[in-house]
Each structure stands twice: as structure tokens, then as C-alpha cells.
């Protein structure tokens, strides 16, 4: 079992809907989470970082860091096509300064008109 | 504003050949990374530097060599080319531990 589990998708949503992406994570010592979105021949762009537990919103999107459940999500709100591309989480803890993040394998999402 | 930038972009060679892949970041970072990005597998980190100086192994690090030659740069060579090592590879920076990383748009390499 890979330490980050993220669904590969693809989640096709209509123009206009709420998105809910999500991963599951074995470590608990994971502290920082990062959702990165990834256009296609593109390299990944940072779109949200949080901090231990809690909500982190950003104009249409929201980040969810659940450390009981070991899962986070990133909520896209209101989708256009434009949000069309692979999300990619990933975390790291701070035990030892780490250096190295685990990231998902990402997740595809096709938002139609 | 360049970010991170990676050189070439795409490129093939034969099985055997040996090739550079240069990365260049003009963001001040202390830390750089190499990826690889296959269907199905995620980002895998093949080398890491930590800060200037100082390179250490990452998840997939068998049939590479990197060199960070000062803080800016940070270059990755292939001395012997197989067709397993075929991916896109993603150069990164950060400003350190627990930081998120910034990313290049990728070499696509072939090798037949």
C-alpha cells in the first residue's frame, strides 16, 4: 500500500458543479499538505499549502485536512473548463526536516460545458 | 519571471547514448529536485539537493548522476541510455524542508 492514495479518475463534472477531490494517507506524521494542479504538457503549479488540520479557501477553492481520518480534499467550487487537468496531492512531515514530499499519483478532471 | 527552467524539452536518443538535462532556477531557492513522471506512476523523485553543495538519493535514483554545480543549477545525466528510462522529467525548487516546490514544464525524453 502506497503511503498516499489518490484516485486516478477521470471525474467528468458538468460546467457549474461542486468538485471534490480527495486522498488518503498511512503516515500520520504528515503535517504539510499541498494540492498541485497539473495542465497537460505542463509542469505541476502549487495551489494550496496547509498547515496541520483545518480549511484553507482560496477564491473557488477550499482545502480540508482531516489528521483523525488521515484524509484531505480540495473542493473546487463553481467549476469552469478551465479547471480541467490532474490534481496532484502531496505532504511531508516534520520530523527531521524533511525534504522529500510523497505525492499522489493525481487525479484527472474534465469539467464539460 | 522564468521560474524554473529546463532544457531541452524534448529530445531522443539510442539506447546507450549518454545526455544532460539542464535545469536552471532564478528564484534564490536552496533546495532542487528531479522527478520523473510516468502514466500510471505519480512523480518519483530520482535526486535531490538539499541546499548548494550537497545531492543525496531519492526514490529512483539507479542509472542517473546529478551535479548541483552552483545555487542556481541543478543538472541530471543519463550516462547510458535504456528504453525504462522514457519519461517526462520535472525539475524543481523550494526554499527548503516542508516548503512546496516549484516546478519546470518538463523534459519529454525518448530513448529507442
Known amino acids: 500500500q502506497k503511503e498516499v492514495e489518490q484516485d486516478p479518475g477521470p471525474l467528468s463534472v458538468p460546467e457549474g458543479a461542486i468538485v471534490s477531490l480527495n486522498c488518503t494517507y498511512s503516515?500520520?506524521?504528515?503535517?504539510?499538505f499541498m494540492w498541485y494542479r497539473q495542465y497537460s504538457r505542463k509542469g505541476p503549479e502549487l495551489l494550496m499549502y496547509?498547515?496541520?488540520?483545518g480549511n484553507k479557501e482560496d477564491g473557488r477553492f477550499t482545502a480540508q485536512v482531516d489528521k483523525s481520518s488521515k484524509y484531505i480534499s480540495l473542493f473546487i467550487r463553481d467549476s469552469q473548463p478551465s479547471d480541467s487537468a490532474t490534481y496532484l496531492c502531496?505532504?511531508?512531515?516534520?520530523?527531521?526536516?524533511?525534504?522529500?514530499?510523497?505525492f499522489g499519483r493525481g487525479t484527472s478532471l474534465i469539467v464539460h460545458p | 519571471n522564468a521560474g524554473v527552467t529546463q532544457t531541452p524539452k524534448f529530445q531522443v536518443l539510442k539506447t546507450g547514448q549518454s545526455m544532460t538535462l539542464q535545469c536552471a532556477q532564478d528564484?534564490?531557492?536552496?533546495?532542487m529536485y528531479w522527478y520523473r513522471q510516468d502514466p500510471g506512476m505519480g512523480l518519483r523523485l530520482i535526486y535531490y539537493?538539499?541546499?548548494?553543495?550537497?545531492?543525496d538519493k531519492g526514490e529512483v535514483p539507479n542509472g542517473y548522476n546529478v551535479s548541483r554545480l552552483n545555487k542556481r543549477e541543478f543538472s541530471l545525466r543519463l550516462e547510458s541510455a535504456a528504453p525504462s528510462q522514457t519519461s517526462v522529467y520535472f525539475c524543481?525548487?523550494?526554499?527548503?524542508?516542508?516548503?512546496?516546490?516549484?516546478f519546470g514544464d518538463g523534459t519529454r525524453l525518448s530513448i529507442l
Open positions: 524543481a525548487s523550494g526554499t527548503g524542508a516542508n516548503q512546496p516546490q516549484h
Open positions: 503516515n500520520s506524521a504528515f503535517q504539510y
Open positions: 496547509t498547515y496541520s488540520s
Open positions: 502531496a505532504m511531508s512531515a516534520v520530523a527531521g526536516g524533511s525534504y522529500i514530499p510523497t
Open positions: 528564484m534564490n531557492h536552496n533546495s
Open positions: 539537493s538539499a541546499s548548494e553543495g550537497t545531492t
